[in-house]
Each structure stands twice: as C-alpha cells, then as structure tokens.
C-alpha cells in the first residue's frame, strides 16, 4: 500500500492528531534502550480496543507489518521495527479500569506506567510486583510483551506469575480475552502470550494479580572486599532455606561509578555490594535478617549495614537503583547483557566474563539480581570509535555463550528482539524453535506480527 | 491396523516388560473403552518410536503417568495404545543449592519429595494420591493441592520441559535456571493441556525449602456467612497461610470421623496450615484463635505433626476415584468473593436432590469441588442435570465448572469441560499445527480436542 494512502486509512480510524508520519517526527521511534535501529514508515495511537482492531484488520488486508509499543524503554529491541510497517504506541491506553481490592486483581490497559498501578493500589495495602529498573517509564503491556521482571522477582516470580488474562487483537484484527480474573479449562493461552514479544498479538488489556504489601521489610546492605565471596554469601543465604524478597550485587567497577554520584558511603576498597531484602511477619524478618547478617560475616563482609526506617531504606536502595545511570558517567555508550546462569556458577561465570572485558579491552560494570543469577553485565564502550560497536556486540555474545555453556540462558528478562535472535540455536534444536513456530502460525497464520524478533532469520522464513 | 499387527509392530521397539499381556489391558481401559495395547517405554527413544509409528499408522495414544486422573476429561473418540511412563522413573539432577531439580516424568511425587528430602527441599505442589501420582500426570492435568495458596501451580515452578511430539520429534523448552525469557514459553502450553499436544517425557522445576515446623488450625462454624467471615478475615490478615480449605456436608464428617474431631450437623469447618518459622506459626496460631472466638467459631483445635499431616492427606485424597462406589464430581472456579455463596448453592442443591454431598473450597483462589454420591445408575439424568444447574450457577458468577470424575453413563450425557470461550478457535489450530492426525487423546479436551 502506498504511503499516503495508509496514511489517511489511519487517519480515518484514529484521526489526524494521533498519527505520526513525518520523517523528523518518526525518529523518536526509530529506537529503544538496546543498540538496534529501525524506522517505522508511520505511527499510530489508538485509544480503543475497536481502534486497535481496526488497524490491525487494515495491516492484515495490506500485509503491512505491525510492532506494538508501549514507553520505548525495551532493551531487545523488541519495539524497534526492522522492515517498516506501522508502530502501534500504546501511550493514550493508559487507564487503570478496576481495581478489585477483595479479589486482589486489578484491570489495566496496555500504556499504564508500571509503577502508577502499584501507587493506585497503595491504598488498599497492595502492590503490583514485577518492578523492572525503569518501571518509572516502562508499560505494563510493554512488561507483558517481554515477561520483564525487576528486583523483587526473586520471592514472587516475574511478569507471568502475575497475569491472570489478557484481551488480545489477533493479526486479522479478531478479538479475543484469553485467560480470565478465574480460571477456565482449555490451554493456558495467557501464558503462552505474555513473553511473546508482540509477535502473537497486540494485548490491549491486561488482569493483573495483586499482593498484599508485608508486614515487615528488613533491608540490608552488605559490603564485601571480593565478589566472590559476596557470591558464596549468595549461595549459603539461599542453602540457609531463606528466599529473600530481593538479592541485588554491585560489583567494584559500578561501587566506584556509584559513590561520587550517589555518595552512598562505600568504601574506596570495596569489591563487590550485597543489598538484601526480606520481607514477611516481624518476627520471621527479624529472624533471617539476624541470619542473613551471621552469614555474611561468615562469608567476610567488611561491613553489615541494615535500615533503621524507611528513609534508611531507601538510602540503601538508592546505590542501586542509579547504578544504571551512574555507569552512564563513566563512558559515552554502555551495552547493557541480560545472561542468567544457575546462582551457583556466578562467580565461574564473572571470571570468564573479566577475562572477556580483558581480551577486548572494555571495561564491564555489574550490577545486577544475584539471587536469580540473572547477571547484568555493561560494557562500556564509545560508538564513536571506529569498529567499536562491532566489537562490543562480539564481547557480548561471549559473555552470554559463557552463560549458556554453565547452563543458563541469554536473557532473563529483556527478551530475545532483534539483538539476540542470532543466539537461540545455542540454546534451542531446530526442533525446539520449529516447535515454537507452529505455535505462532497457529496465532498469525503467518502474518508480519513483529516481524523478525525472537527467531533466527533462517528460522523465520520457514513459516 | 489389526490387532496382532499393532503388537507386533510395537514389540519390535519395545522390550518385553514393555508390552502388558495382552489380558491385563481392560484394567487399562478408559470411558469404558479398552486399549489394543498397553505400552510402558523405558527411555524417551522409546517413546519417541511408538509416536512415530503412532502418527504414521493413525493409532490412538492415551498417555498414562500413575493413572489417578484417568477419569477426567470427555470419553475419547478412540483408545487404541496407552502408553504409560512409570518406567521413566529417575531424578535426573538435584542441584540443592539452586533449589532446583530435573527429573523423568514418570516418577511419582512422593518418590520425588523422597529424593529431595535429604536436603529439606520439596516441590510444593501437592495433588491427590502424591504415592501414585506422576509429575508427567501432574503436569498434564495441571493438578494441584490446598499449597496453591501460597506456593501456587505448576506454571509457577515449571523451568524447562522436555516432550515427545506426536510424530515423534523429541522437543525441549525452558531450561534450568530460574528467570528465562529466551522464546515462546511453551512450559505453560504443555501444563494443563492432557497429553493433547505431546506426551511429557522430562521436567525441571524450582523447589521449595521445606517450612520449619507446620501446624493447622481446624475451626468450626454453625453458618456459612461466619466462616467466611473468619477465612476472609484470616486471609486478608498479614498472616500467609500455605492453605486454607473449607468443608462442608459430608466431607466435615468424614474427616471429622477420621481424625476424631467434632463435628458440627450442618456446619461448616476451616483448616487453615501455617509454616515456617516457629515464632512466626505460634503467632498466626494464636491471633487465629482469637479471629475464632471473635467470629463465634463452635469450636477450634490445633494440630500437628502426624495429626496435621493426616487431615491433609484426607482433605487432598477427597477426590480420588472409589472402584467400589463411583462418585461425581465437580470442580467449580469462581471469584474468591464469591466462593462462600457457591458452597452455599451447592449444598442446597445435594439437598433439594437428597444426595449426599459433600463440598471443599479454597476461598483463597476461588475453586470449589462437589462430591456427589451416586445411589442408583438410574440417577444419571438427575445428575446431569444437576451438573448443567450449577455449571449455570458458576458460570453467571463470571466462573466455569468441570467435572473431574464421574462414571461413563454419566459422561455420555455432557460435555465434562464446559462452555466454550472465543479463544477455542486458537486451541484447535494449535492441536492441529501440533498433532495434524489428532492421535493424542483424541476427543478428550476441551471443545472435542
């Protein structure tokens, strides 16, 4: 279909104000937070699930291809179009629809910013528990798409375990509620969309389960000279039968990045942080925070550190949470890796990774969740610099091969997208991605939902 | 393909423990429909094989784990080989310190806890019949126990799967660590879907520490609307029970019976388990007894150890198939809010019929099962349409209804699954894309998949 032409066929459905296609214009969609680049040929932002549909109907018809949106801070690239087509953003379906208190669910449209529907829910004592870093930003349809997860899904598990049903638009613009506030026989559809990165269909409301906020909270901030033995207090806390609410690791490299930004009062020698969190009744609180600070100075800690009052709390929280940022001080560009490997191998893995910076001569910044073994390796590195992008997606590549050989995987919580694609042979036979593409033609039929994510070129034609 | 033919071409993959005599399968037969052979493969090569040849031959494969959930579903469309797993029977890897485990699918889950016990880990699921059960079973029919209250369902501790495909292509997904977003999740397309889609051969899961000490508190009420004031109460506390069931009609008596606590005529009972660290239970124990006495319990005890273990297995075994006197029954999921008023009607109902009837519901998720008796065969009009007035009843409460167990005559009057959805037209193009000859199971899912 010609440009123009689809231009004023979405014009008809959203009307003029809500479509963007302007080539200056269409730039602040041409990325997200990974490395990958690409162009929409036009944007559009419903505000309905009817709009929705339609345009998918029209795409359909056209065979033009369709990427959903939501805030653009995905790091897979997975909002990031590669051959065109139009970009559904999801920012106008932002509504909370209901929050069900009593049932402890709540109803919320695609563009909701995550950390809006748990400061709507506060009131009632509940909270929403998948809290990815830039869950200040990023949307709740957006977390779905990518099954994202955050610190505190080490005790209460990531986005999946916590989306009761969704109501999706097909590619051909059907559609279709899958899953429900109860449960109903049949396949677990929800499951299979949530992490599906927009390539089965465009979820356009989402029920969401709700937790009780606790009792108590304990957090505690432990201070260790070498990472790995920051890394063996990880090992022994979890062997102690205590799974805390979240288990976070800063490694030397982000400390040093950290203290002149955040002024968090590390120490100039330390090598590697634990910030630790329980959560729960006082009296068991009470008990594995005792527990956890004996274990770290069994492990040699330098310094045990634990809040006395929510302002100390977020002290300590504080480190962590603008590591990212800080990192962004120390260097012009930063490749953010997503690797997870069995808790147990982390500090195999963090060596082989050391080595890996070493060899390529970048410096690499680790800040990332522990209990999971889910490592967040960044590389720093200067676009700029002649061939350096190149390399830093080799670097990176290793480090994440490293993963896979101790029996992990390339993301945990990022998604798979564009930037990945290349590495799911690693991980999967031909058997086990054809597998997965039956499942999406029995969604799509073949249709260009999100085209070229997820799967190997290769795999891809195949369809 | 003839009889003598099927056993022959499956002799040649299988060894000979791995073909029962041929006089022994109408033990093995389902909706009253008796396998030409009954195959137990002992590796997934094995399995892999008899699919194959399956697919090939147009042979219809019942997949079998420890067979206590062979009642569910409709009456398939043909039974020609069931193939069972037990003999996949090995925990493949217990990585303690990863709180991780990976294991064939035939083995049960009480050898499983077994293996895991060493390093006081469990895998929190907790389904009727743990001796008998397998996780391949239990993954197929996403059984679960009163645990799901705090621990959840199989979709929440399932890491990685491997399945044997209906032509045979031995496929994995997941992995073994515990975040994972590499690909399509298909962990969660595989629980729950009855053997439709592939026949489970491995699993990996995350465990759980076993909790420290448990202990249960049972409360008796004389009126519906006062326990459920004292469940929601407790379950909107900051308390976190690892359950809470109620009980009410036959059910308080049997176990009451059993475990040689009072029973009251027409009341209704609330176990609630607490676990972990002692202080901790000692303090739910105690405010829950005040809650008790406040929400003017008749009577409340606490138990533990051996006679808190008991009432458990009694609550999670309710269900089981009874050979001798079959029974219906029904699995109702409604909003929490609205479970208490679906005890109600279901007990009125046994009731109004004169059947003996008993009713366990989770007020915390929603779900509530209906135990029926079954007097006379010529009852089963009565049932039926007893089964299509509370499937009513659930369903304008936003909720569904399956029956999970009841004799053939009765299955041949309904459809077991209930109404179907807009999203079935999705379903059957995934069985299609997953088994084009419909040999796994054939009829007996959902919307005659």
Sequence with gaps: MEKQRLVRELVAIVGSKWVISNPEDLLVFEYDGSVSRGLPDVVALPSTVDEVSKIMRLAHQEGIPVVPRGSGTGLSGGSVPESGGIVLAFTRMNHILEIDPVNRLAVVEPGVVNIDLTSATSKYSLHYVPDPSSQRACTIGGNVAENAGGPHCLAYGVTTNHVLGTEVVLANGDVVWLGGKTCKPGYDLTGIIVGSEGTLGVVTKIIVRLMPDPESIETLLAIFKEMDKAASAVSAIIARGIIPAALEMMDRLTIQAVEPAIHAGYPAEAGAVLLIEVEGLKEEVAEQANDIEGICSAEGAMEVRRAKNALEKERLWAGRKNAIGAIGRLSPNYYLLDGVVPRTKLVEVMRKMADTGQRFGFQICNVFHAGDGNIHPNILFNTQVHGETQRVLQAGAEILKACVDAGGTITGEHGVGLEKREYMPWIFSDEDLEAMVRLRVAFTHGAPLNPGKIFPPRKARNE | ?449
């Design chain 2, 1 to 449: 393909m003839s009889r003598n033919d099927l056993r022959n071409v499956i002799g040649s993959v299988l060894d000979k423990e791995g073909i029962l005599p041929f006089e022994e399968n109408t033990g093995y037969a389902i909706g009253e429909k008796s396998p030409q052979i009954v195959a137990f493969p002992k590796t997934v090569e094995e399995v892999s094989k008899l699919l194959s040849l399956s697919t090939q031959e147009g042979v219809a494969v019942i997949p079998r784990g420890g067979g206590t959930q062979m009642g569910l579903g409709n009456i398939p469309r043909r039974v020609d080989m069931v193939v069972g797993l037990s003999r996949l029977s090995r925990v493949l890897e217990h990585h303690a310190a990863d709180l991780t485990v990976k294991t064939e699918a035939g083995i049960t889950l009480g050898e499983l806890d077994s293996a895991l016990a060493p390093a006081r880990q469990f895998l929190p699921l907790d389904p009727m019949l743990p001796e008998s059960a397998t996780i391949g079973g239990i993954l197929a029919t996403n059984a679960s126990g009163p645990l799901c209250l705090r621990y959840g369902t199989a979709r929440d501790m399932l890491l990685g799967i491997k399945v044997v495909s209906a032509s045979g292509v031995v496929t994995k997904a997941g992995g073994r660590v515990v975040k994972n977003v590499a690909g399509y999740d298909m962990n969660k397309l595989y629980i729950g879907s009855l053997g439709t889609l592939g026949v489970i051969v491995e699993a990996t899961f995350k465990v759980a520490p076993i909790p420290r000490v448990k202990a249960t508190l049972y409360a008796t009420f004389e009126s519906i609307e006062k326990a459920s004031d004292y469940a929601h109460r407790i379950l909107h506390s900051v308390f976190r029970p690892l359950a809470l069931e109620c009980l009410a009609g036959s059910t308080t008596e049997s176990i009451g019976l059993k475990l040689g606590i009072d029973i009251v005529q027409k009341g209704i009972a609330v176990a609630a388990l607490f676990g972990g660290v002692p202080s901790v239970v000692e303090r739910e124990l105690q405010e829950s007894q005040d809650i008790c006495q406040r929400t003017g319990a008749v009577s409340f005890v606490t138990l533990r150890g051996e006679a808190n273990d008991n009432i458990w297995g009694e609550i999670r075994g309710l269900g089981r198939d009874d050979k001798e006197s079959p029974r219906l029954v029904t699995m109702a999921n409604v909003l929490p809010s609205d479970a208490f008023q679906l005890v109600g009607t279901t007990q009125a109902l046994g009731e109004e019929l004169g059947l003996t009837t008993g009713v366990v519901a989770a007020p915390g998720s929603g779900t509530v099962r209906g135990f029926w008796e079954i007097r006379r065969p010529e009852n089963m009009d009565m049932l039926a349409s007893l089964i299509m007035k509370l499937r009513g009843l659930a369903v304008d409460l936003k909720g569904s209804l399956v029956v999970e167990s009841c004799p053939t005559s009765l299955k041949e009057k309904l459809d077991v699954w209930g109404a179907e959805g807009a999203d079935l037209a999705i379903m059957r193009r995934i069985k299609e894309q997953f088994d084009p000859k419909g040999i796994l199971n054939p009829g007996r899912f959902v919307g005659g998949i």
